[in-house]
């Protein structure tokens, strides 16, 4: 019986110092390449926890998988999805435990970045902006936009223009320019599906893409939030009685890699699909990524008979409903007469 006891206790003991020596390597920092203070690593979709750890040790840090293993097990006695790991980019700090390693891999604490694709931005100006990202993976830079637009699922001929939405997305680091993009579509096809369904009765666009047209039109006319539907009733107006939009960022365009900087007469008089004073209606694309307010502003533009309007200098426009009103707002805003 003596024996009997004793070999309990010995046993007891045993584990006691087993389980203190683990608690202590759960809580003691990982062993960190020399001289570094952070380390990140990738786990790709699929991969499990034994996955993570080997990706780990492969950037510099040391670990015991079986012992983390364990842990994990002790962990998700209660849960069966402790094993999964989300996939992403992790970023550990010098001094992180085992212990710390463990929960950012259950709560998939993934590092991510912010990538901001600007309203009134024409598509060129997007995947520039999206080359320069340091922390997106680069699927699509080198492909054409007729490739690319294929590559994302849209229908041969779709011109790129208007089809993405404006803002900032959140992503996990280094996803891949594919996936931002892929995104942006799907937003801005939800987006402008809702507002057309809302839109204001007795609108002249035959369909939500040309409503999308007018939308980037508002967008490259307007110098203040508060202009926005009064500028779109200029338009709306001027398609109702079949006037010319003549609206200068759309032949600006049209002359893509022609315009200078300087729009002059005779570039008003070079004709292209997008020259709204040699072409009646609405260009054949959107001319830039319009954001939600210039759609709604398209698709619920200001009740107004004003058919002109010319920018004041402050960022305002100056409305006009007659051509003798808009040429004394042009010799004032424009002229500086009188």
Known sequence: MKFLVRSIFLFLCLAGIALAAFYAWLTHPLAFPAGAARVEFRVPAGVGLRGAIKNLAAAGVEVEPRLLV???????????NR??????TYG?????????LLDTLHAGKVLQTDVRLIEGWTFRQWRQRLKNEPYLTHEL??????TLMKRLGFPQGIAPEGQFFPETYRLDRYASDRELLALAAKTMRETLAREWAARQE????RTPYEALIM??????????????????????NRLRLGM???????????????????LRRRDLEADTPWNTYTRAGLPPTPIAMPGLASLRAALH????????FVARGDGSSEFSETLEAHNRAVNRYQRRRG
Do not use: C
């Open 70 to 80: 364990l842990a994990s097990r002790l962990q998700s006695w209660h849960s069966r």
């Open 83 to 88: 094993m999964f790991v989300r996939a992403g």
């Open 92 to 100: 550990l700090a010098a001094g992180t435990t085992p212990l710390q």
């Open 141 to 146: 830079a080198d492909l054409d936009d007729a």
């Open 202 to 205: 007795g609108l002249p666009y």
């Open 215 to 236: 939308a980037s039109i508002v967008e490259k006319e307007t110098g203040q939030d508060a202009d926005r539907p009064r500028v779109a009733s200029v338009f709306v």
């Open 244 to 262: 010319r939009l003549q609206t200068d960022p759309s032949v600006i365009y049209g002359l893509g890699d022609a315009f200078d900087g300087n």
């Open 301 to 308: 533009p200001e009740a107004s008979r004003y058919l002109y």
